[in-house]
């Protein structure tokens, strides 16, 4: 059977798993009376909760007399790190535009990617039932953007198609006909992308996803270079740098056959399968036969550019809610996780209890965090920082974001002011219609961090941002932070709603009453830049006297409730999250306030 192997790339929400669900539907991937849940390639809790996905999978599809494997991509920059393996497991990409909003910043960080190793796109663009779908004017700037990214004539040479992959329909007409289901698509893949390359000799293969299996163990996906593979075949492993890791037997190969991963008794080069039966290698390491010497050179990662401490849970609550909270248990689990994340890095501290991990962005390591506290971790960790580079002058380099956010005219003013407070630079003001209009910045990524939640209330919730990673520069000098203190609990033991509602003036709450507090953990936002500690223990001083109105129903205004996210952005850097399966708490660092002295004014001293 012929081979395509191809990666659908976009922006997150242009409609890349949706487009996937059609073309399973209309290749006859499932059976007439079969119940599909919507996006049945967001097969994680968190994908389907949020709508996003965040890690890419495989599928694949039989049309006429070819074999389409799939590969489904993430859209959001902060798991760059899945785009990035799997085009070296792709000749070809559909990519995908929103019909009114054109190329985002990610679609330009991919379509970049996929251009350098050489791959010529199909461009689609999508929703164009939309009532302010703009589709010429979205062409054109995808052709701007493909020349600005220095594609080749062939490159730049790209076939269009038009449609929505809601309605199951592309045509190379914007007005259809529409009868004609996703078949335009399905053909030109088959017309414009090469077959696969194979090369001379034995069997050769580069590690592109992982995944743990209760079962097989171990499964590594990937496509096959050269050669051919059976079960129980011998082979080993090499490393990047071409020494031995591993050997073993192959246990199991399984083929992508639509939404199933089915066993199979031979896979040759240019399929792409997943093998089971290893125990150590990993994401870009290659699997090779024994004869073969030399390891073959993976995609390179681009480098992560934001760090935090994830620390041993120490609080007086420790313990209470979850299961998984030693050092030992976390260690296993954050190295585990990096195995198969590229786009991660782990470093352990010197006292053993802590640990540093970098990754791209502060959405990268909330999934993370999420995902542990659901299998049952308590942990504390800190503010997200950037990572900082020094050149070879010695000057002191920082990461600079490209940053596009969507508004309406009204409230662009602010948007613009708080951005430059924040050490941005706008290059660019456009309207986008519907009296909207498009700003674009160069900012450095310390400045966002936080910035989300206060876009949003300053728009009313209509502003759009979009990130992506621009280069480093120099050091842009200090930047304001949190303009308010907190209120903190001076004893440990249950919050009282009467001394909650006296509280009240000195600041929003964020803990309910009968909630668990302790010493030195963050129960409001105090009106004043200063912290203050305060008792929220209590309760009302009992008398016989009764007077009017003196027994009155307490009545608290409802607290302010941090996700997980917003916790991590809004906290400074002598504060922690304390991440629990049911909690999340606010603290600081140092939770006896003689010790958050001593901490003030050794860092005043320093300063």
């Not at 209760?214 to 996906?221: C, D, H, S, W």
């Not at 995902?371 to 010695?394: Q, W």
């Not at 941005?424 to 910035?451: C, D, H, K, Q, W």
């Not at 919050?495 to 509280?503: G, I, K, M």
Request: net charge negative.
């Amino acid at each position: 059977m012929n081979l395509r192997n191809i990666a659908i790339i976009a922006h997150v929400d242009h409609g890349k798993t949706t487009l996937v669900d059609e073309l399973l539907k209309q290749s006859g991937a499932f059976r007439d009376n079969q119940r599909v849940a919507e996006r049945v390639m967001d097969s994680n809790d968190i994908e389907k909760e949020r709508g996003i996905t965040i890690l890419a999978k495989a599928t694949s599809i039989e049309w006429k007399d070819t074999r389409i494997n799939i590969v489904d991509t993430p859209g959001h920059a902060d798991f760059g790190g899945e785009v990035e393996r799997i085009l070296s497991m792709v000749d070809g990409a559909i990519v995908l535009v929103d019909a009114a909003e054109g190329p985002m910043p990610q679609t330009k960080f991919v379509v970049g990617k996929a251009l350098k190793v050489g791959l010529r796109p199909i461009v689609a663009i999508n929703k164009i039932d939309r009532p302010d779908a703009r589709a010429d004017e979205v062409v054109n700037e995808v052709f701007d953007l493909f020349a600005n990214l220095d594609a080749t004539d062939e490159q730049l040479d790209f076939p269009i198609l038009y449609g929505s992959g809601r309605a199951g329909w592309m045509n190379h007409n914007p007005e259809g006909p529409t009868d004609q289901g996703l078949a335009p698509l399905l053909d030109l893949v088959v017309k414009h992308v090469p077959a696969p390359k194979v090369e001379e000799g034995p069997f050769r293969m580069i590690g592109t996803i992982l995944e743990a299996n209760n079962f097989l163990g171990r499964i590594i996906t990937g496509r096959i270079a050269s050669g051919s593979i059976k079960p129980n075949q011998a082979v080993k492993v090499l490393g990047q740098d071409g020494n031995l890791i591993e050997q073993g037997r192959i246990s199991k190969i399984l083929a992508f056959r639509g939404i199933e991963r089915q066993p199979i008794e031979e896979a040759q080069a240019g399929d792409i399968v997943a093998i089971a039966g290893l125990s150590k290698g990993t994401v870009a390491d290659t699997f090779c036969d024994p004869a073969v010497s030399e390891a073959m050179t993976a995609q390179p990662i681009d480098p992560p550019t934001v760090t935090m401490s994830f620390i041993v849970n120490d609080s007086p609550l420790a313990g209470t809610e979850g299961d998984k909270v030693t050092s030992r248990v976390i260690r296993d689990r954050l190295f585990k996780e990096a195995e198969g994340n590229v786009a991660l890095k782990i470093e352990e501290s010197a006292e053993k209890d802590s640990f540093f991990v970098s990754g791209r962005g502060e959405l990268q390591l909330a999934v993370l965090i999420e995902n542990m506290r659901r299998e049952g971790f308590e942990l504390a960790v800190s503010r997200p920082r950037v990572v900082m580079h020094k050149d070879e002058a010695g000057q002191l380099l920082e990461p600079i974001e490209e940053v596009v956010i969507d508004v309406d005219e009204e409230h662009s003013g602010v948007v613009v002011q708080k951005m430059s407070e924040r050490k941005a630079e706008m290059v660019e003001l456009r309207p986008s219609g519907g009296n909207r209009v498009r700003l674009r910045f160069y900012a450095p990524t310390r400045g966002l961090i936080g910035y989300q939640s206060e876009l949003l209330t300053d728009t009313r919730g209509t502003a759009v941002m979009n990130r992506l990673f621009h280069e480093y520069q120099a050091y842009k000098g200090e930047i304001g932070g949190r303009v308010n203190g907190v209120l903190l609990s001076n004893e440990s033991g249950e919050a009282v709603a009467y001394a909650l509602f006296n509280l009240e003036d000195r600041g929003p709450m964020i803990i309910e009453p009968g909630e668990k507090v302790y010493e030195g953990m963050i129960i409001g936002i105090h009106s004043r830049d200063n912290d203050l500690d305060v008792n929220v223990l209590k309760g009302k001083k009992l008398t016989n006297i009764r007077a009017a109105g003196k027994d009155d129903a307490v009545k608290l205004t409802p607290p302010v409730k941090f996700t997980l996210e917003r916790a991590l952005s809004w906290i400074q850097d002598d504060e922690l999250v304390e991440v629990t399966p049911k909690s999340i708490r606010l603290r600081k660092l140092y939770l006896d306030p003689n010790d958050r002295k001593r901490f003030e004014k050794a860092r005043a001293a320093q300063a």
